[in-house]
């Protein structure tokens, strides 16, 4: 059986040309056997950092984070390297969804964004435990927005679970969508880290994200040797598609049966202006 920690994330200043704002939603893979252990091998690193009893880590800190004014620069970057070493070790698998607000939603029926990204990210959670021929459960942070945010949040995804989408159901996923707030809980935080980084980085954040993406690269979900589509999907492909070379090293990307080999001349991005490996 597998645990999937999930959080999302939202960037809405892109500066790469072309991209509007987008909308992320991601988490990380883990064997229910290793729930534990890794939860405390976890915890053991933000202690030797100095970080105060129950203090979350995130990507982000806000101003009432300890993290903000005492884990900064090259220590902040070295600690989350560490953190992603760590789930690497314990075989841990990265899935992350983004969508461009801008244009048409994969899913007709979704009436945001938010709920479209939900949608694409059970999809990728299903296949994957389809692949593995297991059962998981998903956890999520809690919603920022109160409790009402929480209770329309979980009854979407029951709602979408039990209906599942055009392309795929979801048998696998035992239960719906379980939700706490992450300050409790590491790996929750450590899904933060990923979302938030992927989406900074692929958004054209050039400074703190690169460095760090390198050790969520190996993370990422990856199916026929290529990860655009699987460990990170940005949406729509046939506009961000290029990404997919620049960022992850694919060399082709697919939608249904046609295969596009990259860098393609056809869509954005083919330049290698794009490249911030």
Known sequence: MYFFFVDDSMQNNPSRP????????????????????????????????????????????????????????????????????????????????????????????????????????LERVQRQLQRAEVEGIIIADRPSGGRSDEDNYLFYTLESIQQGTSYVGMDNIMINVVSTPSKYIRLLQAADLVTSCITNFVCGESNYSPPVFKFILPLLDKQSERIGGFGLKIHPDYKYMNLYYWLLNDDYCRKGYVQKHLPNDEFPYKGDEWNYR
């Open 18 to 121: 072309g991209m509007g704002p987008i909308i992320a939603l991601g988490g990380i893979r883990v064997r229910a056997d290793y729930v534990s252990s890794l939860e405390s091998s976890l915890q053991a690193i933000c202690d030797n950092t100095g970080f105060p009893q129950g203090e979350e880590f995130k990507w982000s800190p806000g101003r009432e984070l300890w993290m903000r004014d005492y884990l900064v620069e090259e220590s902040r970057s070295h600690f989350f390297i560490k953190i992603l070493e760590e789930l690497d070790d314990y075989d841990v698998v990265a899935t992350v969804v983004l969508e461009d607000a801008n244009c048409n939603k994969a899913e007709p029926r979704c009436s945001s964004s938010q709920e479209d990204v939900t949608l694409l990210f």
